[in-house]
């Protein structure tokens, strides 16, 4: 008796430390956790979030509904101020003209005053949809009407912009059709307006959901999903006003969103899925160049190929940590946060995710 005491002990233990500590490589993991819980909300799947930090926290945004593409899928939000998301609350809908429609990809961004961008689509599915945003001048505490993105231009597609020295918004886009997927760019000033589109030789490569990279030396960098198993890229040595022919990098693609961002001492830090096929596998990689890629962690590693861990975003907080969220299995949101000089790293060779 006293043995088989002794051995359930250890068993708790065991779950103890592992429920504590669940990422391998974890000194650099400072908190994981949901921002919501299934109980506390209305909508059954939930899909593409998006985060950004403001003036009092962080602010993360997702659509939900009863299924991706349904018409009740609306843009839900959720503010966390001293560490704590509060309840999602829906923000837009995708009522239009009397009809209503489903939808998709919220994108946030901060302004350089403060006022809180937040991007989305509405249509019924990705050939047809269409732009539009919403601003915050209270840290997201209240929204402005809708305003539709002009000149048939669609915004930010999945990730965040970026600011140019120049003081213009460089967004990351695409369409779709049937035959063609397609990434570009747009710009704007600050004040939403003097909208333009900068074309990139896609190089038949059917891409989409590009996200940007920057570099000291002024160098542009565009990763992208894609249908070719592979990330793809294109390069900028002049702004973003020009763009090189997209080509296929080493690092694997399973036809599945992705995100980076360039932290501040200047590393490249990548979230995606590094396999070709599924997307029960999530991971982070560093880079100095861009070019050379290292595998820093495993966020996710499910057995099921059914699991879903999918369509990531990042940014950098003041502080210097980095915060990431991504679709848990379509019920919840994520929220990871790591400190970037705890990160440990082995290099991915031949785009091969190196074993633990």
Known sequence: MKKLKFLIL????????????????????????????????????????????????????WFGGTEERDPDVCIYISSNINGTWNKPVMVADGI?????????????????????????????DPRSWWGLYKTSIDNGKTWSAATQIPDNLLGPIKN???????????????????????IYLETSDQNLKNWRKISIDNNKLNSIQPTILSYKNGTLQLLCRSK???????????????????TPTQLPNNNSGIDAVTIADGRQILIFNPIVKGRNKLAIAVSDDGINWKAALLLENDLDPNAEFSYPAAIQSKDGLIHFTYTWNRKLIKHVVIDPSKLKTKPILNGIWPEE
């Open 96 to 124: 239009q003209d009397g009809k209503r429609y489903p939808c998709w990809n919220p994108v946030l961004f901060t302004m350089d005053g403060g006022e809180i961008v937040l991007y989305y689509k509405v249509g019924p």
């Open 160 to 182: 965040k912009p970026i600011k140019l020295p120049n003081g213009k918004i460089l967004y990351p886009t695409s369409f779709e059709t049937q035959k063609e997927w397609y």
């Open 228 to 246: 070719n198993k592979n990330i793809n890229e294109s390069w900028s040595k002049d702004g973003g006003q020009t763009w090189s022919v997209l």
């Open 10 to 61: 250890i068993l708790i233990l065991s779950k103890t430390v592992l429920a504590g500590d669940p990422f391998k490589g974890s000194i650099a993991v400072v908190k994981s956790g949901y921002i919501y819980q299934q109980q506390d909300v209305s909508f059954q799947s939930c899909h593409a979030s998006t985060i950004t930090e403001t003036a009092e926290g962080l602010i993360a945004a």
